[in-house]
């Protein structure tokens, strides 16, 4: 062996290393970086969010000015109960966020509980009644209806020439 070297590709243990433009102090660049988006920046896509009482029993959205000693105008489900307030977590002590004296045993019928509030959830919009949103410009081809058109498709894509 004339050389110490393990390895004999060029580059490895090489005295010009230090010298690569790779490893060297070079001048960085003055200034803010520039974009790389050069439309401008994103817009964020705003949803709409809907503030709704729901019923606990068949999730249908309840009208804002609805009597809860009533019923569910859907499923008949009691309103005034423990299910529907916003203080029942099924975690905590008697099932309740607030300090109530006795434990109150079925909580899906009709109570007279002094501090109930209807629970309100916010959702988004399903449907989007905003003009600005826009389909995407390649949107690809619509999905096959059966299993002939997906066989199709799949030969059509990889068909010889």
Known sequence: MDSDR???????????????PF?????????????????????????QHVAAARCFNCSTALPPDLDYAGNCPKCNAELHCCKQCSHFEPSTRFQCLKPIPARIPVKDKNNACSLFAPRVTVAREGTSGNASAAPPVNAGPPAPRNSEDARNAFDKLFKKL
Do not use: N
């Not at 004999?8 to 690569?20: A, F, L």
């Not at 490893?23 to 705003?46: A, C, N, V």
């Open 6 to 20: 393990k390895y004999r590709q060029p580059g490895y243990m090489d005295s010009d290393r230090d010298t690569s």
């Open 23 to 47: 490893h060297g102090d070079r001048p960085k660049p003055q200034g803010p970086r520039p974009s790389i988006d050069l439309t401008g920046p994103r817009l964020p896509r705003l949803v």
